[in-house]
């Protein structure tokens, strides 16, 4: 149970919930509240594949896991079967216990290669290598390594030396073999960083190079590898850096074996929410963070659900937040964005409103690929945890399809925000001086065609989910997404928003009521104008809506404040929208 007592009181305390905790050793030894993944230990020993290759999205365990890999079968000298008492992997016999603390093992982690040029990252792998090379430095006591004692120094001091660390880690696995007498199990997280920021950064060819050969020489016909576990978001083509390594066994999202090993399952969600007293949040927790399909496996965000959690406990009436959005990439959302074609929006804006799409499926693909078709972005918005599938089929070509869809409201939050703020930036740098003219001159086709172009630019949010009624001032009601009030609303605020010599409100009390956007010059002899909104569910209300949105302007009397501070020309709009087109009527303060 993760509930105790302390001091005899009956106050409970609980274990702590481990926020960015990726050491084994020390979320045990601190009491940290841990989900039981060590069954991953008896899959990987039962299915004895040479290399591997585990892609999950960031934040869902995957460097836990390799530290708990390493606990458990590093031979350090010391018994730390301790680290493991009453875990799932104690239970599960003999024949993999014998495994515990009998091989010597190579660590790397290639996360810190996030850096702004070549030469700043290559630093940061070599400094990974060295320090791995000086986490071992007790077989230099030993003379059995007295060959290899001058290279491993040379290593261990950082020599600025290229040379000395392209085959690094076959160098390092032959010494510990020879030393220990066992072969060695390479652990490897976060193979791809140094791929990804290579390519968005500007040096993909170098670091490709670099990569392949260190991967190939300790991976490939290496006769001192036991075996390795290699992790990473996406799943990059053999071609590029595993070139002739027929022993990799790639495990992707898609593939059913290993899909509870990252991630939360429900039972696990669901005794996380009770050990802490937080049971009646579970369909809370559900619709925002539950949703990913691993396999045949539905999980959660296991980093969303600890923060939120630990959230929950200090204030149960605190909202759910978008954890996962300040620490996940974003580069290739905003890629996406920026080589958007009309079809994309019209695709985003199905995904947001809670609809699938169907998109081909590669999973062998290159960094230099993505930008050759849509597609290739889309795969890669998949496999970093964007989207979850919903279904999948095979065409006569043998070509797999995926229908996809956001996974929870985690995920659509990040569309909503990052996304439409994206694509709101490519408005306000366009040049609006046409349409802000046609505003004040009065020229409706003008206006209603400038409009119109910026429409089709954007993305307009509308979930199906929320309704509300836009009846006015005695008007039929009719339902319309409460979203689409909101982006429709959204959209022309920030379309006004460089009209720095005016003043631009929206929502502003005046009158009977609220005008939706007010724009007032600085000079009272200049026209002011009023912004009525009205959103239709089908085209031909449109005319209408427009007439009922003038006639609320006058009904309500919107123009009395303006009035009141000596305004005399004052222009009245009447705009109604459906999906990307605006209608424009217009009427005079007489």
Known sequence: ???????????????????????????????????????????????????????????????????????????????????????????????????????????????????????????????????????????????????????????????????????????????LEKYHGKKVIVLIDEYDVPLENAFFEGFYDKMIKFIRSLFESVLKTNSSLEFAVITGCLRISRESIFTGLNNLEIISILNDYYDEYFGFTQKEVSKMLDDYGLSEKEELTKKWYNGYIFGQAQVYNPWSIVKFIKDLYKNKNVLPRSYWANTSSNSIVKSLIEKADSKTKQEIELLIEGKTIEKPIHEDITYDEIYDTMDNLWNFMFFTGYFKKVNERIDE??????????????????????????????????????????????????????????????????????????????????????????????????????????????????????????????????????????????????????????????????????KEEGYEDIIKYGISFYRKDSIIKIRNND
């Open 397 to 562: 070509t043998n070509q797999k399809y995926l229908e996809l869809k956001i996974p929870n409201e985690e995920v659509k939050y990040i569309f909503r925000t990052k996304v439409l703020k994206w694509f709101e930036n490519k408005v306000k740098v366009r040049d609006l001086s046409d349409l802000y003219t046609a505003i004040f001159d009065k020229d409706t086709a003008t206006f209603q065609k400038e409009l119109n172009k910026l429409l089709r630019e954007t993305i307009i949010c509308c979930d199906e989910k929320e309704h509300i009624s836009c009846g006015n001032a005695g008007y039929t009601a009719k339902l319309v997404p409460r979203q689409a009030v909101y982006a429709y609303h959204g959209f022309v605020v920030g379309v006004l928003a460089n009209m720095h010599d005016h003043i631009v409100k929206s929502n502003r009390e005046t009158g009977d009521g609220r005008c939706d956007i007010y724009i007032k010059p600085l000079s009272i002899f200049d026209p002011a104008v009023i912004i009525e909104l009205k959103i239709c569910d089908n085209p031909k209300e449109m005319i209408k809506k427009c007439d009922e949105a003038i006639e609320q302007i006058e009904k309500k009397k919107y123009d009395l404040d303006l």
């Open 1 to 175: 149970m993760s509930k105790m007592y302390m001091n005899g009181s009956d106050s409970m305390k609980f274990k702590p919930l481990p926020i960015g905790i990726d050491n084994f050793e020390k979320l045990i030894t601190r009491n940290y509240h841990y989900v039981d993944k060590t069954l991953l230990i008896k899959d990987l020993l039962d299915n004895k594949a040479d290399v591997n290759l585990f892609t999950r999205p960031r934040r869902f365990g995957k460097t836990l896991n390799m530290s708990m890999l390493q606990y458990f079968f590093e031979d350090t000298g010391k018994d730390k079967s301790y680290l493991f008492d009453n875990l799932n992997i104690m239970n599960a016999g003999e024949g993999y216990l014998s495994h515990m603390g009998k091989y010597p093992v190579i660590n790397l982690s290639l996360k810190s290669a996030k850096q702004p040029t070549f030469e700043l990252a290559l630093k940061c792998i070599r400094d990974e290598l060295t320090d791995e090379f000086r986490r071992h430095d007790y077989i230099l006591k030993s003379d059995k390594l007295n060959q290899e004692k001058e290279k491993y120094l040379r290593i261990s001091k950082a020599e600025d030396d290229d040379s000395l660390y392209i085959a690094a880690l076959k160098f390092l696995s032959q010494c």
